[in-house]
């Protein structure tokens, strides 16, 4: 068996990312990941760029290595709706669809880890933990997707600012699930865009908000930056 590290087998790309060992990339050996590598391009994109269009062809998948993401659906009127949120070491892409049902548009800076479709449906077919791991991805996006059909159709106003705001914490720090503590971000979406997001006008948003900070459960500097002091005090606000 080699002596040399595994690290020092990977690409040098992989070995400072981020998303290595929480994203698809975790189930991939060394020579697996050269073999990714080849194909891979990083690309960047500012806040407010259109990544990709309802009813477009697929033709590659990506890998969020940071900032955040937002799916839309196009009404008929022009309208749109956000109807999800993509983060750090989440996958972009139907798996063996041929076009997008969403429109996705970077609600942060963003940074993508792209990979051609025909490579990695390519991987997929002997390689049985990757295949394992998109399921697993897609199973949490349903789950995720299932509960908040219960913070709309059951939760008030108050409890849905707080639930969208515990939301972004746990993927912050997904470690808040077994223990509370201090954590702060930079809110990803617009007010306007957490009014879609959450079913709510755009003044009730700003109204839960500011009820939240006169009870201190959050602190809210330059409209975008919040510190949650206690998150247990969040998650008991969000129902």
Not at 10 to 36: K, T
Not at 39 to 60: D, N, P, V
Not at 217 to 222: E, G, M, Q, T
Request: hydrophobic share 40%; glycine share 6%; net charge neutral.
């Amino acid at each position: 068996m080699s002596s040399v590290p595994l690290t020092a087998q990977e690409p040098r790309a992989c070995r400072s990312c981020n998303v290595r060992y929480s994203g698809i990339c975790s189930v991939l050996d060394a020579a697996q990941l050269h073999d990714l590598a080849r194909h891979t391009r990083a690309s960047r994109h500012q806040a407010g760029s259109e990544l990709f269009g309802e009813e477009t062809s697929i033709t590659s998948y990506a890998n969020v290595v940071s900032g955040v993401i937002k799916l839309m659906k196009v009404l008929e009127d022009g309208r749109q709706q956000v109807v999800g949120l993509k983060f750090a070491n989440d996958f972009i892409g139907r798996v063996h669809a041929t076009s997008n049902t969403l429109s996705a548009e970077a609600a942060s800076d963003v940074e993508l880890c792209q990979v051609p479709r025909a490579i990695l449906e390519a991987m997929l077919e002997d390689n049985r933990p990757l295949e394992q791991k998109l399921m697993q991805e897609t199973l949490r996006e349903l789950d995720e997707a299932r509960e908040w059909m219960v913070t709309l159709g059951r939760k008030s106003a108050g409890e849905r600012v707080a639930s969208f705001l515990y939301l972004i914490a746990l993927h912050v720090r997904p470690e808040l699930a077994l223990v509370a503590t201090e954590v702060e971000y930079d809110l990803p979406l617009t007010r306007g865009d957490m009014a879609d997001f959450l079913g709510l006008s755009i003044e009730t948003v700003s109204r839960q908000l500011t009820q939240l900070r006169r009870l201190e459960i959050v602190v809210i500097r330059n409209k975008r930056h919040v510190t949650i002091p206690d998150t247990e005090r969040l998650r008991l606000r969000a129902g």
